[in-house]
């Protein structure tokens, strides 16, 4: 069974990194567009980051465009969310989400990602 599985969440103090790392089994998705999503408590989900397959082109959110870097290793079925700068407004658990429509474009709407991880948390301190 395909699965998403995201690690390296954390708590920080405001400045500081983490890396967030979401790995895939069961199948391949080095055909797809990846993306990291977060949830904070009483928030809706929201969109985060994207990577197509080929790791050609990006898509961040306004709020963490300069911070945080998405990466993604087919060979390894393994996307990365570098997260730099971290505000406490950046508190939140964040998600890894694949789009199975092979070698499509990034969207940004959470409807259209049918593969999701578990969470992994991440909170910044001020």
């Known amino acids: 069974q395909a699965q998403l599985v995201e690690s390296g969440g954390g708590w920080v103090q405001a400045g500081g990194s983490l890396r967030l790392s979401c790995g895939a089994s069961?199948?391949?998705?080095?055909?797809?567009?990846m993306g990291w999503f977060r949830q904070a408590p009483g928030k809706e989900r929201e969109f985060v980051a994207a990577i197509t397959w080929s790791g050609g082109s990006t898509d961040y959110a306004d709020s963490v465009k300069g911070r945080f870097t998405i990466s993604r290793v087919n060979a390894k079925n393994t996307v990365y969310l570098q997260m730099n700068s971290l505000k406490p407004e950046d508190t939140a658990v964040y998600y890894c989400?694949?789009?199975?429509?092979?070698?499509?474009?990034?969207?940004?709407?959470?409807?259209?990602?049918?593969?999701w991880g578990q969470g992994t948390q991440v909170t910044v301190s001020s």
């Open positions: 069961g199948r391949t998705f080095s055909n797809y567009v």
């Open positions: 989400a694949a789009d199975s429509r092979p070698y499509a474009d990034i969207h940004r709407g959470t409807t259209v990602y049918n593969y």
